[in-house]
């Protein structure tokens, strides 16, 4: 599914640069649930900005479902990240002015599909999530947990291979969070592969591997026994 | 291709971001509408000029005569100068290739009357050419011709006001009006853009004038226009030329101011066109400085709202837009504002032009109005100038990686 060989990454800081991936191997299969751990600094968030493709990598290797990833021209990686990949964010990274419908159908008009098809389908993820009947308010109507769970709706709605979660449960309450894990927990027993960057253990507990990360390299890389989130809702 | 999706995005994005929109509308909008105006007021203050120097014809000379202020060749000061027929004549003659139109002008005051109406009006005897002199125009009958002059016909032609004055019941052409209790038939009606004053003349040839009034071959002024393709100076350099002719037939002395004045209008004419070309500056340059203010103004707006939206555009480019429909998604919102806003500017601007325009007569500026193809132009400069403004920004935002799009909070 996800094959990352030896990458390497670093950040200009005035004149001197900032090394802060120093060879990563990483290989990810599918109907995974990994979460990548570490402290701030630890180059967890930049890996996996690069598995995303927001950002690109210095050195390396990095090969989704077959596919080489590198040199990849805007319009190319526009069209990869649209069909491969689903983002959810600690800040939820909804479009203020569009509701929750068309927040969670806006993937779908990337990939040119017809308005009533994505509005069905959209429609279909949202009730998926449980927010069926919250399609046409707006993010700032909506609580924080109603808003990552438009965020994880929109992140499906593309039927992406692998999805990607950024501190997923960074600006939520506990019980919020735990209901958001149960969540994404049962989207994971459906099979879809899940990488999730967080720096909170019992949060990292709910998956099935971890991969801690400190200065840049893998110090950790193992598989627990899933915490299951549903018996804290 | 007609993409209604686009469409409906770039909708939402204006309706869902008022604020924003209106600012940059409205900075449209006000500059447009101060163009508008702007120059409708310019362009009034141009009408007026031309309006108030544009009656008589621009290349005429007008010969005047008084007493001698000086004696000369013998003669003594405060001898009296007479124009004659002869006079006339001989600057037709001596000038032929030179003069355009010529008359004689014979003024008095009559009392006319017809029926019970009556009232007091200036006369002119005068040649045919007088009608393009002073670009009189025929709206009924003729004016004087030739015929009359030879046959010292009893004939007027008088201006439309006296016809509203005298005629009430009835039309004036063909009827007999009596001046001084001797009648005359109305061969004419004329009008004149001169004003009210300049309709309520009568006109009669000047040999009939110069019968009746003292049976002499007297003439009070020769007013004549010159070759229209003699420049400035070649004018200026053939009614000083005149002016010595006539002095020296008139034995006055060369320096002698009141016995033989001629008055060359070109003079007055290049101070019109020199202040018109000064307006016409003027007008430029404040057309400009709104231009540039208002493409300062649209350029600001749009480094701010592509700046407001860097994060949203992150956030679609993680979803899967290409730089490309990024870039199109802000560019044709900014034009669609840019061009709604522009056209209300112009419609108000235009409005308030019609709405005041009337009441600022009394301020020297009449009929203020625009050229409806310039505003256009202008409102054209500021979309190109608004999209070329946003399209750096837009193109630079839609090339930063996602990521840091993102992070921009």
């Given at each position: ?233 | ?49 031309a309006e108030a120097f544009g009656d008589d014809a621009k290349?005429s000379?007008f ?38 139109f010529i008359t004689a002008r014979i003024y008095s005051n009559v009392q006319a009357s017809f029926r019970n109406e009556q009232s007091s009006y200036p006369l002119r005897g005068v040649h045919p050419d007088h009608q393009f002199l002073e670009k009189t125009i025929i709206e009924e009958g003729r004016y004087i011709n030739q015929n009359d002059l030879?046959?010292k016909t009893k004939v007027v032609v008088i201006g439309k006001q006296i016809e509203e004055d005298l005629f009430k019941k009835t039309t004036a052409l063909g009827k007999y009006l009596n001046l001084s209790g001797i009648p005359y038939k109305i061969v004419g009606i004329f009008s004149d853009d001169g004003g009210d004053y300049e309709e309520r003349i009568i006109y009669m040839p000047v040999t009939t004038s110069q019968?009746v009034y ?5 003439i009070d002024q020769i007013n004549?226009s ?39 209008m ?95 007569k009394?301020?020297?500026?009449k ?43």
């Amino acid at each position: 599914m996800l094959e990352i060989r030896q990458l390497h990454k670093s950040y200009p800081i005035g004149d001197s640069s900032l090394h802060v991936l120093k060879g990563i191997d990483l290989s990810v299969t599918e109907g995974e649930m990994v979460a990548i751990m570490g402290s701030s600094g630890s180059g967890k968030s930049t890996l996996l900005n690069i598995i995303g493709m927001l950002d690109e990598a210095d050195e390396g290797e990095y090969i989704l479902d077959g596919l080489p990833i590198k040199d990849l021209t805007e319009k190319k990686a526009a069209v990869y990240r649209n069909k491969f990949l689903g983002f959810i964010f600690q800040s939820f990274n909804l479009i203020n002015y569009k509701n929750a419908l068309e927040n969670v159908a806006l993937p779908l008009y990337y990939q040119g599909m017809k308005r009533s098809e994505r509005q069905e389908l959209a429609m279909f993820h949202l009730e998926k999530v449980g927010l069926a009947d919250w399609a046409k308010h707006l993010p700032k109507e909506l609580s924080g947990g109603q808003n990552q769970r438009v965020a994880i709706a929109r992140a499906l709605a593309a039927n992406p291979k692998l999805l990607l979660a950024d501190e997923p449960t960074g600006a939520l309450d506990t019980k919020t969070s735990h209901e958001i894990m149960a969540f994404i927990q049962q989207l994971n027993d459906e099979g879809k592969t899940i990488l999730m960057v967080t720096h909170e253990e019992d949060i990292a507990n709910m998956c099935k591997r971890i991969v801690r990360l400190r200065d840049g390299v893998i110090m950790e890389d193992v598989k627990v026994t899933q915490v299951r989130a549903e018996q804290y809702v | 291709m007609f993409d209604l999706d686009l469409w409906r995005e770039i909708f939402q994005s204006i309706n869902m971001n008022r604020t924003r929109s209106l600012l940059s509308g409205f900075t449209v909008a006000f500059a447009i509408l101060l163009f508008t105006i702007l120059f409708g007021i310019a362009n009034g203050l141009k009408n007026t000029f031309a309006e108030a120097f544009g009656d008589d014809a621009k290349n005429s000379i007008f010969i005047r005569s008084g007493r001698t202020t000086k004696a000369h060749k013998g003669l003594q000061a405060g001898r009296r100068i007479q124009f004659k027929n002869e006079d006339l004549d001989y600057i037709k003659e001596d000038f032929s290739d030179k003069v355009e139109f010529i008359t004689a002008r014979i003024y008095s005051n009559v009392q006319a009357s017809f029926r019970n109406e009556q009232s007091s009006y200036p006369l002119r005897g005068v040649h045919p050419d007088h009608q393009f002199l002073e670009k009189t125009i025929i709206e009924e009958g003729r004016y004087i011709n030739q015929n009359d002059l030879q046959n010292k016909t009893k004939v007027v032609v008088i201006g439309k006001q006296i016809e509203e004055d005298l005629f009430k019941k009835t039309t004036a052409l063909g009827k007999y009006l009596n001046l001084s209790g001797i009648p005359y038939k109305i061969v004419g009606i004329f009008s004149d853009d001169g004003g009210d004053y300049e309709e309520r003349i009568i006109y009669m040839p000047v040999t009939t004038s110069q019968q009746v009034y003292g049976n002499n071959d007297y003439i009070d002024q020769i007013n004549l226009s010159y070759n229209p393709e003699m420049n400035y100076d070649q004018a200026l350099a053939f009614s000083s030329t005149l002016t010595k002719k006539l002095k020296n037939r008139f034995s006055v002395a060369n320096s002698d101011q009141r016995a033989v004045r001629v008055r060359n209008m070109a003079e007055g004419t290049k101070a019109v066109s020199q202040m018109t070309t000064g307006l016409t500056v003027i007008i430029l340059v404040i057309g400009f400085g709104t231009l540039i203010a208002g493409i300062v103004g649209i350029s600001n707006i749009m480094i701010f709202i592509v700046k407001e939206r860097t994060k949203e555009i992150g956030i679609r480019k993680a979803l899967g837009a290409s730089p490309r429909s990024i870039v199109s998604i802000i560019l044709i919102e900014s034009i669609i504002i840019t061009a709604i806003a522009g056209y209300i500017g112009l419609v108000i601007g235009v409005g308030v032009l019609e709405l005041v325009g009337p009441s600022l007569k009394d301020y020297f500026i009449k009929d203020p109005g625009v050229n409806n193809s310039l505003v256009i132009g202008a409102t054209i400069t500021l979309i190109v100038a608004g999209a070329i403004a946003g399209y750096l920004p837009a193109k630079k935002a839609s090339r930063i990686k996602p990521i840091v799009a993102l992070r921009n909070d």
